[in-house]
């Protein structure tokens, strides 16, 4: 059985930073490409950063680029999200998602696994 656990969410003042984690069990997690997707509140779900099975690919949406980062551990079976100069519009509930595929995606449709989610709030 799959599961995805997120951790790391809280509230936050906007300019602050929050590190977000997941952690995978029940798959060989080395061979999935790993994403972040978050979801607001009356709003679509939506792509914020993917990272290939070997760490060597990374994509952001345009949204939080150069604010983000995704990082993997496939020893420790854990992707994570580093989020600095956070913003109000960055408060969602962040989702961790899986995929079997080589190649990164940004469409939510394309990814197997799902966390439970975490919520992020940025206080203006």
């Known amino acids: 059985q799959v599961q995805l656990v997120e951790s790391g969410g809280g509230l936050v003042q906007a300019g602050g930073s929050l590190r977000l984690s997941c952690a995978a069990s029940?798959?060989?997690?080395?061979?999935?490409?790993m994403g972040w997707f978050r979801q607001a509140p009356g709003k679509e779900r939506e792509f914020v950063a993917t990272?290939?099975?070997?760490?060597?690919?990374?994509y952001y949406a345009d949204s939080v680029k150069g604010r983000f980062t995704i990082s993997r551990d496939n020893a420790k079976n854990t992707v994570t999200l580093q989020m600095n100069s956070l913003k109000p519009e960055d408060t969602a509930v962040y989702y961790c998602?899986?995929?079997?595929?080589?190649?990164?995606?940004?469409?939510?449709?394309?990814?197997?696994?799902w966390g439970q989610g975490t919520q992020v709030t940025v206080s203006s």
């Open positions: 998602a899986a995929v079997r595929v080589a190649v990164p995606g940004s469409r939510w449709s394309e990814y197997d696994y």
């Open positions: 029940g798959l060989t997690f080395r061979i999935y490409t």
């Open positions: 990272i290939s099975w070997k760490g060597g690919s990374e």
